[in-house]
């Protein structure tokens, strides 16, 4: 009796239709992310991250579109009046979201171009960080802190740029300065042998090392090193220190701006304590 | 056969094939091993394997002491989940090619083509149990260096050679493999040899009666603004007799393969 009431029941027209769309989605959605998923699987073994992510997000989002447009169907909707009034609501949306269409654009400007790929280091402004997606409103940065930053396409598009890790070698420029007194083609000899021993720096293309200009209180060298760009943290925290330490070693001087201070009359001269206890401690 | 670590202490030649053969560990027991600048410290205890290394400044044909090593070492352990004794080493190429440079410049003739060897560093294969590989480390750390242009190029180690056209001239330390190398010149022009690129990927090391040798590679210059076709021969070089294949290349030798061999490295400078 209970059966037959429950096919009874399925024959109401309302309860069939929202079965079936109940059925469409049940299995549609799981469909879809799982063909999104294989797509994004066989498309990261033959193209870069940044593709795989948008034939991802395409095969997902048409599917989603694809599906809502049959459940609109099913639900006895006439779809050329809909796609008419969407259309409409399309413009006037349009015209409340100019900023957010602009970032479209730019973020198709961005792909197409290519200025950068998911994983690449860039610098925008200030902000140094790994490229986590390249979306349709914006790119999303990891900075090296941590932190999450989210630069809207269209700043990306106006603003300069730089994206850090695009070539496998990269240059790091440092200037250093020496006293007047120091022999300059011995500072440079030292600079080399320098280059050459830390584990970091590239032989070729090799150092450059020259004399750039006589400045206020230094002999200006520039001290070029080439690297590859992993290694850019280890070579900055070992050469500073080389640098210095062979420096103290050869006893060659880097000269450092010196404070005179005055108590107030440029006459006077600076009153000076002696402590007798602390200077016998010594 | 098994040999025990006391007979490798004798052993002071690369060439002596013991070297190269299995030996048996006991537990317990610290073990060294110098070749060339590295010095390799290991221990055993139960299934556990330990090993040290470091840089020495003096270069050595294999030494073997059962001293224990100074305090200080940095050891990395590997827990092996079945009875072992066995440890052997292997030579192998450097993981990475290599960027040969030749001490004074050199150039060949159009139509011209000579044969050299040059003196490449071995590194180190570590093998417990004959199957388990459980790393590789350089006889000597060499530098990076780039070859190519600073936007596709490879990554590379140095190596300088003074590119010697016979055996004798070449300085071949205990701690290296003989490459011979055949340069043919069939261009019209004349051809500067500054910087070769050795690719090691492709290369045996086979055991000689005084060295250690590479297969024979060969390079054909067509032009000089073409990329060189180089082979790797699968026969055995035919510069002394060979005892037996110690490692296997990395790669399966390709034939005829062209690719950029030489360069002469301008980079604008600013």
Same mark, same amino acid.
């Given at each position: 009796?209970?059966?037959?009431?429950?096919?009874?029941?399925?024959?109401?027209?309302?309860?069939?239709?929202?079965?079936?769309?109940?059925?469409?989605?049940?299995?549609?959605?799981?469909?879809?992310?799982?063909?999104?998923?294989?797509?994004?699987?066989?498309?990261?073994?033959?193209? #870069?991250?940044?593709?795989?992510?948008?034939?991802?997000?395409?095969?997902?989002?048409?599917?989603?579109?694809?599906?809502?447009?049959?459940?609109?169907?099913?639900?006895?909707?006439?779809?050329?009046?809909?796609?008419?009034?969407?259309?409409?609501?399309?413009?006037?949306?349009?015209?409340?979201?100019?900023?957010?269409?602009?970032?479209?654009?730019?973020?198709? $400007?961005?792909?197409?171009?290519?200025?950068?790929?998911?994983?690449?280091?860039?610098?925008?402004?200030?902000? $140094?960080?790994?490229?986590?997606?390249?979306?349709?409103?914006?790119?999303?940065?990891?900075?090296?802190?941590?932190?999450?930053?989210?630069?809207?396409?269209?700043?990306?598009?106006?603003?300069?740029?730089?994206?850090? #890790?695009?070539?496998?070698?990269?240059?790091?420029?440092?200037?250093?300065?020496?006293?007047?007194?120091?022999?300059?083609?011995?500072?440079?000899?030292?600079?080399?042998?320098?280059?050459?021993?830390?584990?970091?720096?590239?032989?070729?293309?090799?150092?450059?090392?020259?004399?750039?200009?006589?400045?206020?209180?230094?002999?200006?060298?520039?001290?070029?090193?080439?690297?590859?760009?992993?290694?850019?943290?280890?070579?900055?925290?070992?050469?500073?220190?080389?640098?210095?330490?062979?420096?103290?070693?050869?006893?060659?001087?880097?000269?450092?701006?010196?404070?005179?201070?005055?108590?107030?009359?440029?006459?006077?001269?600076?009153?000076?304590?002696?402590?007798?206890?602390? #200077?016998?401690?010594? | +056969?098994?040999?025990?670590?006391?007979?490798?202490?004798?052993?002071?030649?690369? +060439?002596?094939?013991?070297?190269?053969?299995?030996?048996?560990?006991?537990?317990?027991?610290?073990?060294?091993?110098?070749?060339?600048?590295?010095?390799?410290?290991? %221990?055993?205890?139960?299934?556990?394997?330990?090993?040290?290394?470091?840089?020495?400044?003096? @270069?050595?044909?294999?030494?073997?002491?059962?001293?224990? !090593?100074?305090?200080?070492?940095?050891?990395?352990?590997?827990?092996?989940?079945?009875?072992?004794?066995?440890?052997?080493?292997?030579?192998?190429?450097?993981?990475?090619?290599? /960027?040969?440079?030749?001490?004074? !410049?050199?150039?060949?003739?159009?139509?011209?083509?000579?044969?050299?060897?040059?003196?490449?560093?071995?590194?180190?294969?570590?093998?417990?149990?004959?199957?388990?590989?459980?790393?590789?480390? !350089?006889?000597?750390?060499? =530098?990076?260096?780039?070859?190519?242009?600073?936007?596709?190029?490879?990554?590379?180690?140095?190596?300088?050679?003074?590119? @010697?056209?016979?055996? =004798?001239?070449?300085?071949?330390?205990? *701690?290296? /493999?003989?490459?011979?190398?055949?340069?043919?010149?069939? =261009?019209?022009?004349?051809?500067?040899? /500054?910087?070769?690129?050795?690719?090691?990927? *492709?290369?045996?090391?086979?055991?000689?009666?005084?060295?250690?040798?590479?297969?024979?590679?060969?390079?054909?210059?067509?032009?000089?603004?073409?990329?060189?076709?180089?082979? /790797?021969?699968?026969?055995?070089?035919? %510069?002394?007799?060979?005892?037996?294949?110690?490692?296997? !290349?990395?790669?399966?030798? @390709?034939?005829?393969?062209?690719?950029?061999?030489?360069?002469?490295?301008?980079?604008?400078?600013?």
């Amino acid at each position: 009796m209970e059966i037959q009431s429950l096919i009874n029941w399925l024959h109401y027209p309302v309860v069939a239709q929202v079965l079936r769309i109940l059925v469409i989605l049940v299995i549609g959605l799981p469909f879809i992310k799982f063909l999104s998923k294989i797509t994004g699987k066989a498309a990261g073994k033959r193209f #870069t991250a940044q593709i795989q992510m948008l034939i991802q997000k395409g095969i997902l989002y048409g599917g989603i579109i694809l599906l809502l447009i049959t459940i609109l169907h099913e639900l006895g909707f006439n779809l050329t009046t809909l796609l008419g009034a969407a259309g409409i609501v399309g413009v006037a949306i349009g015209f409340a979201s100019q900023t957010s269409f602009s970032n479209i654009i730019s973020g198709l $400007f961005l792909i197409s171009e290519k200025p950068f790929e998911i994983n690449d280091i860039i610098q925008v402004g200030n902000t $140094f960080g790994v490229v986590m997606s390249i979306d349709l409103l914006s790119v999303k940065l990891k900075t090296f802190d941590n932190r999450f930053v989210r630069i809207p396409n269209e700043t990306l598009i106006k603003t300069e740029m730089i994206n850090i #890790t695009r070539f496998p070698i990269r240059r790091m420029d440092i200037e250093l300065g020496v006293a007047y007194k120091e022999n300059i083609r011995r500072v440079i000899d030292i600079l080399k042998d320098i280059a050459n021993k830390n584990p970091y720096c590239l032989d070729e293309p090799e150092p450059l090392i020259f004399f750039d200009n006589f400045g206020d209180s230094a002999l200006n060298i520039q001290f070029r090193l080439w690297f590859v760009k992993e290694n850019f943290f280890d070579l900055r925290t070992t050469i500073f220190v080389e640098v210095k330490e062979r420096f103290d070693e050869e006893g060659i001087e880097i000269p450092f701006p010196h404070r005179t201070i005055y108590t107030g009359e440029a006459t006077q001269p600076f009153p000076v304590q002696i402590n007798p206890e602390k #200077t016998n401690e010594e | +056969m098994l040999i025990c670590i006391e007979d490798i202490s004798r052993n002071r030649s690369l +060439m002596d094939k013991k070297v190269w053969q299995p030996f048996t560990l006991e537990d317990r027991q610290y073990y060294s091993w110098q070749i060339g600048n590295l010095q390799l410290h290991f %221990y055993k205890e139960k299934d556990e394997f330990s090993l040290a290394t470091e840089q020495t400044e003096e @270069a050595l044909s294999p030494v073997h002491t059962n001293n224990k !090593p100074e305090e200080g070492l940095e050891w990395k352990r590997w827990i092996i989940c079945e009875h072992f004794r066995s440890l052997q080493f292997f030579p192998v190429m450097p993981d990475r090619p290599l /960027v040969v440079k030749t001490e004074t !410049p050199l150039s060949l003739l159009p139509r011209c083509h000579e044969s050299f060897f040059i003196s490449i560093p071995l590194w180190i294969q570590i093998v417990l149990n004959k199957k388990y590989i459980l790393t590789e480390l !350089p006889t000597v750390v060499l =530098s990076n260096t780039w070859f190519g242009s600073p936007f596709d190029g490879i990554l590379a180690y140095p190596v300088k050679s003074p590119a @010697a056209t016979s055996l =004798s001239s070449t300085d071949i330390k205990s *701690n290296n /493999v003989v490459c011979p190398l055949s340069v043919q010149n069939h =261009s019209s022009e004349n051809f500067d040899f /500054v910087r070769l690129c050795v690719y090691t990927d *492709n290369l045996a090391i086979f055991q000689g009666a005084t060295h250690l040798w590479t297969n024979n590679v060969s390079v054909h210059i067509e032009g000089i603004q073409q990329a060189a076709r180089f082979d /790797v021969s699968s026969a055995k070089p035919q %510069y002394e007799s060979i005892v037996k294949t110690l490692s296997k !290349p990395r790669q399966h030798p @390709a034939k005829g393969l062209s690719k950029k061999i030489f360069s002469d490295l301008k980079f604008f400078k600013f």
